[in-house]
């Protein structure tokens, strides 16, 4: 923004130089950083130990990131909550707090749209808008801690927005929200879901991170992928797996694999069988999703039946497997249609003033 320093995406060795170069003693980023990643200060003006001067020196050489709630939905359930935020730009971006008995469980959005195609998901039907920054990714969680007043111990990267291709500002945020100088989330209970960007898998096992890796594989076979998941055409099965492997052999963390059945798609028994024999020897679980039907695309949900057969299959595989329990039902809609739907509701509304 103008050329100035997103302070909140800076590691604290980064901060500290940014302090020292303003010509102050390094207890004082110390503050600062406190400020930002513990207090979760949403202005300058909050840093109530620091001196005006040195607030003003920062507000001219630094920018601070906020989100402005413009809804807040909450499930008189099970107590979800979803979220819509307005960045600093106008983009609104949708992020989801679940409540669970072992914590407070927050699904992140990583972009603003999205630019991976898959044909059930609401989040990428406007294509990408861009990538979000380290530090309004930590908004997001930030700003709910905020809200509700309690500890955020888990994280899922399954919002909007495909977390691999904004891949270095995803790895700041990681070390960000997992520092021990800050919120200090352990990496364990951080799970980052993706499409199958087979490369980038391959670097962040490298990185040696101890985060979940979920992978939506959706298909037992390539043309069905190819046929939901535009990224198929890319990446094979095949080399998706081998990098999965990989991924475990560096980080000794065991995998997720996402499935949403689609009735007639990809839900039968022998689908079960091939998906089965592909996982076999993998260390992973399996989770599968009953498709969130959208109103743009005519994808149905398979039945109970159909889902209940598709596990008892793949379970023979001693595979781990778990039907994705739907959090909020009376607030639902699926990934990124809050968004949309809030979108096209304020596109029309500035069409019919103009
Ligand atoms: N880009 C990441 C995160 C996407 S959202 C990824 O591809 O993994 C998290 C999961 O929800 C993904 O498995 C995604 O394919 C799935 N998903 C998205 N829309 C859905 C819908 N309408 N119904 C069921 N699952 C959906």
């Known amino acids: 923004m103008d050329g100035k320093i997103d302070i909140k995406s800076l590691s604290f060795e980064e901060l500290n130089k940014v302090v020292q170069d303003l010509g102050e003693k390094s207890f004082r980023a110390k503050q600062i950083y406190e400020w930002l990643h513990v207090k979760l200060a949403a202005s300058f003006d909050e840093m109530s130990n620091l001196s005006i001067a040195l607030r003003e020196k920062l507000k001219e050489k630094c920018f601070l990131t906020a989100l402005k709630p413009v809804e807040i939905l909450t499930s008189k359930l099970d107590g ?67 809200d509700i007043g309690e500890r955020v111990s888990n ?52 990185r040696q991170v101890q985060i979940t890796l979920a992978i939506s594989l959706h298909a037992s076979d390539d043309e069905t992928r190819k046929e939901l998941m535009p990224v198929a055409k890319a990446y094979k099965i095949e080399e998706i797996l081998k990098a999965c492997r990989y991924y475990f052999d560096k980080t000794g963390r065991r995998l997720t694999f996402e499935y949403s059945l689609v009735s007639g798609v990809n839900d039968t028994e022998d689908e079960a069988i091939r998906l089965g024999e592909l996982l076999k020897g993998i260390n992973c679980h399996a989770n599968l999703i009953p498709v969130n039907p959208i109103k743009e695309r005519d994808f149905k949900q398979s039945d109970k039946l159909a889902i209940e057969k598709f596990k008892n299959k793949l379970e023979k595989y001693g595979i781990n497997v778990t039907i994705r329990r739907e959090m909020g039902r009376d607030i639902n809609g699926a990934c990124g249609q809050l968004r949309k739907s809030y979108n096209d509701k304020t596109k029309k509304t500035k069409e019919g003033e103009a």
Do not use: W
């Open 155 to 206: 994280i899922v990267l399954m919002g909007s927005g495909e977390p691999l291709d904004n891949y270095d500002n995803v790895m700041n945020f990681l070390d960000l929200i997992s520092d021990n100088n800050g919120l200090n989330i352990s990496q364990r209970n951080i799970t980052l879901s993706t499409c199958g960007l087979v490369p980038k898998i391959y670097e962040l096992a490298d």
């Open 80 to 146: 979800t909550k979803k979220y819509l935020f307005e960045l600093q730009d106008g983009n609104i971006i949708e992020s989801v707090l679940m409540r669970y008995h072992h914590g407070n469980s927050v699904c992140i959005s990583t972009q603003v749209g999205c630019r991976m195609g898959c044909k059930f998901c609401a989040s990428t039907l406007d294509g990408l808008e861009r990538n979000l920054l380290p530090s309004e990714m930590l908004d997001e969680i930030y700003s709910i801690q905020r």
